[in-house]
């Protein structure tokens, strides 16, 4: 059974970071890139970027580009999002998700709450 | 960046109604790779289309998927209480960024 489980909620002050861990388990975590996608409150979904488990090669939104970098750590088959300089509307969900090329997130974590208030 | 526009922004049925949900890109969206999500409070979407007509593992054939290049639709034949819920298109053939539409509730009328 594929199961991608996140770290609990995080409540930071503007201007702070925050790591979210998404660990894998129940397949091959070096064979299926990780993607972060969040969603704020009562909005869509905004894909964050990706990272290939096998090579580390990265992509980013711009819209984050500078503020986040992704990273794994294949030894205990687990993917980091770290985002910086956080701002009042980075609240939101974050979700990891397993992301086969040229198809659907049919695997995601249950969710990350990150909240930024002062 | 592709924008993808989703219509209606809610849609009022009953069960056992058909929903036609649409999707509109801003550019082709390559190769058709284009899914759909459902997602209800508190948990995460799941993917029910994938590459615009292909359904996931398990989903029911009440869902379907069509279109091609910038318009896309998801139909439910007939809807069951438990299809009530937001859905999103996402496109992934033009990446990066990959984008999602801005969601089409379906609520019960």
């Known amino acids: 059974q594929i199961r991608l489980v996140q770290s609990g909620p995080e409540v930071r002050k503007p201007g702070a970071s925050v790591k979210v861990s998404c660990k894998a388990s129940?397949?091959?975590?070096?064979?299926?890139?990780i993607c972060w996608v969040r969603q704020a409150p009562g909005q869509g979904p905004e894909w964050m970027g990706w990272?290939?488990?096998?090579?580390?090669?990265?992509k980013y939104a711009q819209k984050v580009q500078g503020r986040v970098t992704l990273t794994r750590e294949t030894s205990t088959s687990t993917a980091f999002m770290e985002l910086r300089s956080l701002r009042f509307d980075d609240t939101a969900v974050y979700y990891c998700?397993?992301?086969?090329?040229?198809?659907?997130?049919?695997?995601w974590g249950q969710g990350t709450l990150v909240t930024v208030s002062s | 960046e592709i924008v993808l526009t989703q219509s209606p922004g809610t849609l009022s049925l009953s069960p056992g109604d058909r929903a036609t949900l649409s999707c509109r890109a801003s550019?082709?969206?390559?190769?058709?790779?284009l899914a759909w999500y459902q997602q209800k409070p508190g948990q995460p979407p799941r993917l029910l289309i994938y590459?615009?007509?292909y359904r996931a593992t398990g989903i029911p054939d009440r869902f379907s998927g069509s279109g091609s290049g910038t318009h896309f639709t998801l139909t439910i034949t007939r809807l069951e209480p438990e299809d009530f819920a937001v859905y999103y298109c996402?496109?992934?053939?033009?990446?990066?960024?990959?984008?999602f539409g801005q969601g089409t509730k379906v609520e019960i009328k």
């Open positions: 129940g397949y091959t975590f070096s064979s299926y890139g």
């Open positions: 998700a397993r992301c086969p090329l040229y198809s659907g997130y049919i695997n």
């Open positions: 550019q082709t969206v390559t190769s058709d790779y």
């Open positions: 990272i290939s488990t096998d090579s580390g090669d990265r």
């Open positions: 996402h496109q992934y053939g033009n990446s990066p960024p990959e984008t």
């Open positions: 590459n615009a007509a």
